[in-house]
């Protein structure tokens, strides 16, 4: 039965707003004047998410109900629900109660009303791709053809938390290279298009050469003053066509490939990406999903393009009957690491353990790389912002020292 959103008035004249379940509009009406209520507005709680858009594209602009941290908070509020023999319709009905925002209630009325109609699961998920991802809705689709919903939902949750765990690391690791970087491009640019300058009129009477180095300085703070707003435009102009350039899948695969060859970021994405695929993989075929729906899936995870396109045509190989460690081996750019963990899985039949476990030592790897390159890059930042203010300095220094020895 589906779920309306209203908004009515009540005898005294006060708006109430809520939800309800109806077959339709107008019978969602008549249970409001039942109460007593004046019905203003009826709307569904949560229309399907795969609607077109139109103008201007609606969907890719609204954010998301549900963030990667919120989303594993429900899901383990869930899992403990189901798992202690609550109903699902039931479960639903309290997390749609307790949620603290309005659109996360909404959402979850209307996957309960869904489910309540007879849909299942998985199904009522599918009407809200852009909330649930395809791996999220092939393990509850699989939990509940094996009857362990509660057990999946457990485990999908406590996936969610490692992955954001790891994700959080990796930018916690970049931040502070990052903040150092704005601030040296922010005082630099002060320096150069006003200090500069400065010491550029004081002098400017002055019949005596200045040094090389003022001279040179004073070039670039008259580039950065007359054509910083062109360098501006061009990098901006850079950056839209490198987001354009990257909507095309054959250009954007040829990139992503040139990433993962770079010295200590390629190996970084590498182990990112492979770790997060192996452990999608290993949650998927621990909860039943048959393994050509799995890799599949776990394909469709990967943000590297090269690396996707590799798990794609492990999966062509694996459907012609080849097993998973071979077809994996035969992708230079995975890690060897899967591979073995998935040979050695198939061997002792426990694939997602194994799976699991090279998920785990890849994170873990990805992690110390990361913590590596922020520790060497933190000192050597400081350096760098140090010499080029140094070298600014002495410019302006140099003529006022050559000065006072006139002077003398």
Known sequence: MPAYRYEALDADGRSQQGLLEA?????????????????????????????????????????????????????????????????????????????DQPEQQRLVASLRA??????SFARALAQHPREFDASYRAVVAAGEQGGQLGAVLDRLATDLEEREALRNK????????????LFAV?????????????????FAGSKRALPALTVVMLGLSNLVRQWGWLLAL???????????????DALRERMDAGWLKLPLLGRIARGYNAARFAATLAMLAGAGVPILRALQTAAETLNNRALRADALDALVLVREGAPLAGALASKKRFPGLISMFARLGEQTGQLPLMLERAAGQLSAEVQRRALRLATLLEPLLIVVMG????????AVLLPIIQLNQLVK
């Open 387 to 394: 010499l080029v203010v140094m070298l600014i300095v002495l």
């Open 186 to 202: 922010v005082i630099v640019m002060f320096l150069m298009s006003y200090v500069v300058p400065q010491v550029a009129n004081v």
């Open 234 to 248: 061009l990098l901006a102009g850079g950056g839209i066509a490198l987001v354009q350039a990257r909507r095309n």
């Open 170 to 181: 990796l930018i916690s690791a970049a931040l502070y290279p990052g903040i150092v970087t």
């Open 23 to 99: 077959d339709t509009a107008r019978a969602a009406r008549a249970l409001l004047r039942q109460r007593g209520l004046i019905p203003l507005e009826i709307a569904p709680a949560m229309a399907s998410e795969e609607e077109p858009a139109t103008g201007w594209n609606r969907q890719l602009w609204r954010a998301r109900t549900f963030n990667a941290n919120s989303l594993s908070v429900w899901t383990s509020q869930l899992a403990g629900l189901v798992s202690s023999g609550l109903q699902l319709e039931r479960a639903l009905a309290a997390l749609a109660d307790e949620a």
């Open 114 to 119: 869904e489910v309540n109609a007879g849909s």
